[in-house]
């Protein structure tokens, strides 16, 4: 069973940072992209940011460029995105989403979202 749990989301003031993680398990690949995005209500999922495995590429959202780090810790097994600069526009359900490669086949997965809230 391959899970993503994510967590750290919580209330912050406009300009302030938080740091999300996404932990997951229950499964072995060596190809993969594990990937954040958001969700406000009445609008479409928006990817945040993402990062690919071999090679730790990464690409931003336009939004979020110079103000979002993402990055993965292999030894942890854990996805975290550091977000600076807070804007009230950041306010969203923040999800955990990998699309990974195990036994020949790319599988999709998400997590259950965290909430993040921007506010003075």
């Known amino acids: 069973q391959v899970q993503l749990v994510e967590s750290g989301g919580g209330l912050v003031q406009p300009g302030g940072s938080l740091r999300l993680s996404c932990a997951a398990s229950?499964?072995?690949?060596?190809?993969?992209?594990m990937s954040w995005y958001r969700q406000s209500p009445g609008k479409e999922r928006e990817l945040v940011a993402l990062?690919?495995?071999?090679?730790?590429?990464?690409n931003y959202g336009d939004s979020v460029k110079g103000r979002f780090i993402i990055s993965r810790d292999n030894v942890k097994n854990t996805l975290s995105l550091q977000m600076n600069s807070l804007k009230p526009e950041d306010t969203a359900v923040y999800y955990c989403?990998?699309?990974?490669?195990?036994?020949?086949?790319?599988?999709?997965?998400w997590g259950q979202g965290t909430q993040v809230t921007v506010s003075s």
């Open positions: 229950g499964f072995s690949s060596s190809r993969y992209v």
């Open positions: 990062i690919t495995i071999p090679g730790g590429s990464t």
């Open positions: 989403y990998a699309r990974l490669l195990i036994r020949g086949a790319f599988n999709d997965y």
